[in-house]
């Protein structure tokens, strides 16, 4: 049996709405990823799509970002989709700025936004 990419997935408060929606979109493409979320981001997706899998881990400012970040670096996590909020102060800004950091090391596919990440699940489609 094949083992299936790992997609992560967060957003932060004021693009969970966002995500939910995004997920309902693809949740096709979606179903081809095993999938991990930070904690609430996690809940939303599973409420969005019942059907699908979600691995939820510790909610963000909990450590979440850091055990995404964590297992960037072991290898276990293929792609990042991230709806970052810009406009809002964040008391874990740095475990943020960490993870996307990780991304960028270890070169996985990473969006920040909806437009990019409209673009990378496009191409799971075929
Ligand atoms: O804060 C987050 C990412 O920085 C997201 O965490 P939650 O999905 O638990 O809200």
Redo the contacts with the bound molecule.
Sequence with gaps: MSVKPCIAL????QK?DDMADFARHHQAALSRFRIV??????GRVQDACPELKVTRL????LG??QQIGAMIATGEVDMLI?FIDPLSA?P?DV??KALTRLATVYDIPMALNRATAEKLIDFQKD
């Design positions: 967060i957003a932060h408060d969970k979320a930070t904690g609430t981001t996690g510790k909610s963000g400012p979440g970002d991230f964040l874990h475990d943020v």
